[in-house]
């Protein structure tokens, strides 16, 4: 039986290949650029997970978004610690991976979506309150609320992309690689610092995505008009991701950290996790 | 044939309950596992909990575990079958009773072991106590280390375990462990227990990676403090002056040019501690001879700077402290030397500015300049090219400045042999390449006081310098 490649695969690993030798390039200049190396090397397995998902039969592609869903809340857990009585609620998002997962391969985005307002708005919180008596509510409130949020609300969005056409979640995985280059290459959005190269790697970054967005789009079962402005979107989301991912790190102290590494996985999946949610939406409205 | 099927079942409770627990459930990370040493040994490390036996353990190769025993208390996994069980079938532990009883010697089991070339787990803290805290040592560590002459001892410093499963708490929660492992080293077999103990206790504590900011209000990082001058015995004099004002008002450490000082409202104490550069830094100072470094940084002297900058930099993470005083600034030295030597014309803000750059690691040499750089400031190559370390730019900067003639004067006077650079003239150009890359961080938000030689002593100089650091940047409280 012969097999051949789909376009759109093909055309995402040549995205990878691509910013490849610019991220190893970049990386030899050292500073902010080292990660750039390790970037491309989570992409090949980050997008080598999203072709599973989209190729893979449901009953093994949800196991394996569960434990990257699992794995991310880990990893962000044991930088982000919260108040030792909280542990109860980390172990209650743990629990809720498959009870997100559910609805999302369902298709059922109304079930999701109440599952999501009362376990994430209602039940969280209170479970977190019981211990209000130790200092640091808030705070450990907001991290705890921030991690449901990535890994229990925006990633399963990806498993909801697994009912779009086939070669959704690819045309996903290209438009986060493109947009994220440049935005990588100039210096990503930080709170406090100059704004100016981040604005420019923004703007080739949606400039980019937009057309190539329109150019892969059909492979995706999409239309050009579609893919561009998803592309645009999809830059928005990686941008808003990387604001979001810089000032966390900010504030637990990442960047000063002396041990090499601390927080990569978050640093790179944020982004593409925040702008699932954007381009399913998207696709949701248009369809 | 018993010892055969212990360790078969040793090996099967390793392979399909410790691996998939620790490393795909927990997260385990092991950091330098490769300095376990082949030979028997016996690790100690902090202990919160119930995890930590099985991770030290998961430290060997598979097939040494069956050797590997950690030492229980008698009394808590004793108390029923199934912890005992758990125990001694399982994790091939040796028990021995916390509280000896007369006439017995509760350590024996584990000395006999380490005899036989076994290696041992072992918890000098005595229980699990607090999570997050590590207990003094019992003196337990001390008599073992004794009792067997050139024993290597590990340490161990365990970050996560005490989250995952603390005591008192039933149901383990995954939020990720980092085991990381530290050099093996003998005791002084003569030292007491307790010494020992202390000892072994600061090993394990060095290894403690940067605790993660726990929610609620944070401390600060300190404030960097450097003292620069082109003569030695001046700057050692300010430096200690500083380190007395700072210290006066809050706890302050000192990296001075050879010891690590501390200073509180009793005043400085010197402790004792060196800036050591250990055999394996060494290289290091070899290359540094190799290219030539010369001035303040020759051979081992720069291998000295790039320790001494790495403490500042772990310093940094350092929430107990409220200031950090340096005797001399890597980043300044090397600018200041680079601009006095590098060529005919001193830098420009623009070329000083880069030479910042590529010290502090935002910037990598060209590879064409490699052999302009190589040759002109050996220093400032090696520290990038090699990314050796990036000094820290101070929060604030105290230049004390000498007249040429009066800073010869004192170097001839200090009786150590002249250097053939150490020329009026040149300590004068030294003078102003100082000022240059003072003013180059000025630009970059440092803050400079520049004291004249004759004011080091006076108190409005000082109070200058604990003003500068009271209203710096990193002093304010995050929220």
């Known amino acids: 039986m012969r097999y051949t490649v789909p376009p759109i695969d093909l055309a995402l690993a040549l995205a990878l290949l691509m910013a490849a030798p610019f991220a190893f390039l970049a990386g030899r200049r050292g500073g902010r650029f080292r990660g750039m190396p390790g970037w491309v090397g989570f992409w090949v397995f980050f997008g080598g997970m999203l072709v599973a998902l989209s190729r893979a039969k449901p009953e093994y592609s949800f196991p394996l978004l569960a434990v990257f869903m699992g794995y991310g809340l880990r990893r962000y857990f044991s930088l982000a610690p919260v108040r030792p009585p909280d542990r109860w609620a980390i172990l209650s998002m743990y629990a809720a991976v498959p009870v997100a997962l559910v609805p999302a391969y369902q298709g059922s985005y109304a079930l999701f979506a ?10 969280l919180p209170g479970l977190l309150a019981i211990s209000s008596r130790r200092a640091g509510l808030l705070d450990s409130m907001g991290r705890v609320l921030l991690g449901a949020f990535l890994f229990l609300v925006c990633a399963p969005h990806l498993g909801m992309l697994v009912h779009r056409p086939v070669g959704r979640l690819e045309l996903f995985a290209i438009l986060v690689v493109i947009a994220e280059l440049p935005q990588r290459l100039a210096g990503r959005p930080r709170p406090g610092f100059e704004l100016l190269w981040p604005a420019a790697g923004m703007a080739v970054a949606a400039v980019a995505s937009v057309l190539i967005g329109a150019w892969v789009a059909p492979w995706g079962g999409a239309t050009r008009i579609q893919g561009a402005v998803a592309g645009l979107l999809v830059a928005v989301g990686v941008a808003v991701g990387a604001l979001v991912s810089e000032a966390v790190a900010h504030d637990l102290e990442l960047r000063a950290s002396i041990v090499i590494g601390r927080g990569a996985f978050l640093d790179r999946c944020v982004p593409a996790v925040f702008a699932a949610p954007l381009f399913y939406h998207y696709f949701e409205l248009v369809s | 044939m018993r010892k055969l099927l212990l360790a078969v079942t040793v090996l099967a409770f390793q392979v399909f309950f410790a691996w998939p627990i620790l490393n795909v459930f927990a997260g385990l990370r092991v950091r330098r596992r490769a300095l376990l040493p082949k030979g028997p040994c016996l690790v100690v490390a902090n202990h919160n909990s119930h995890l930590d036996a099985p991770i030290l353990i998961s430290l060997f190769p ?12 008698a009394d808590y996994f004793e108390s029923n079958w199934i912890r005992r069980m758990f125990a001694v079938l399982f994790l091939n532990s040796i028990t021995i009773e916390r509280k000896a009883r007369p006439g017995q010697d509760p350590l024996e089991s584990v000395i006999q072991a380490l005899r036989d070339g076994e290696s041992l787990v072992f918890f000098p803290e005595g229980s699990r106590g607090e999570p997050g805290v590590v207990a003094p040592f019992r003196a337990g560590v001390g008599h073992i280390v004794r009792a067997v002459p050139g024993l290597l001892v590990v340490p161990v410093f365990l970050a996560g375990p005490e989250r995952i499963w603390p005591r008192g708490q039933s149901i383990p929660v995954p939020l990720g462990i980092e085991a990381t492992v530290g050099k093996p080293r003998t005791y002084p077999a003569d030292a007491e227990p307790r010494e020992i103990a202390a000892m072994v206790r600061e090993d394990v504590l060095a290894l403690a990676p940067p605790a993660p900011p726990a929610p609620g209000p944070r401390q600060a990082p300190p404030v960097h403090c450097a003292v620069c001058c082109v003569e030695p015995a001046l700057r050692s004099a300010a430096f200690r002056n500083a380190m007395a004002r700072l210290g006066s008002i809050a706890p302050t450490v000192g990296l001075g040019e050879e010891a690590v000082l501390d200073a509180d409202a009793s005043g400085v104490h010197d402790r004792g501690r060196r800036v050591p ?21 020759r051979g081992l002297k720069f291998a000295e700077m790039v320790e001494r900058s790495r403490m500042d930099e772990a310093l940094h993470a350092e929430r107990n402290v409220r200031f950090v005083v340096g005797e001399g600034s890597a980043l300044v030295d090397l600018m200041a030397w680079f601009d006095v030597r590098g060529g005919r014309e001193p830098l420009n803000d623009k070329e000083l500015h880069q030479v910042r750059a590529y010290l502090e690691g935002e910037r990598r040499i060209p590879f064409a300049r490699w052999g302009d750089y190589a040759r002109k400031a050996p220093g400032v190559w090696l520290l990038n090219v090699l990314d050796l370390v990036r000094p820290r730019r101070p929060d604030v900067l105290v230049l ?3 007249s040429a003639e009066d800073a010869m004067a004192r170097i001839r006077a200090g009786g150590e042999p002249v250097a053939t650079h150490e020329t009026e003239e040149f300590l004068g150009r030294l003078q102003e390449s100082y000022r240059r890359a003072a003013g180059s961080l000025r630009l970059g938000g440092v803050e400079v006081i520049e004291i004249e030689s004759a004011e080091i002593d006076r108190p409005d100089a000082m109070a200058a310098v604990e003003a500068a650091c009271t209203r710096a940047p990193a002093v304010e409280t995050t929220r």
């Open chain 2, 277 to 297: 550069v250990v055999r394996s830094r060494a290289w290091i100072g070899l290359m540094a001879w190799a290219f030539r470094t010369g001035g303040q940084f």
């Open chain 1, 114 to 123: 109440g599952l999501f307002t009362v376990g994430v708005v209602l039940f």
């Open chain 2, 400 to 402: 004390v400045s000498v």
């Open chain 2, 62 to 73: 598979l097939l040494r575990r069956p050797r590997v025993h950690p030492v229980a208390a």
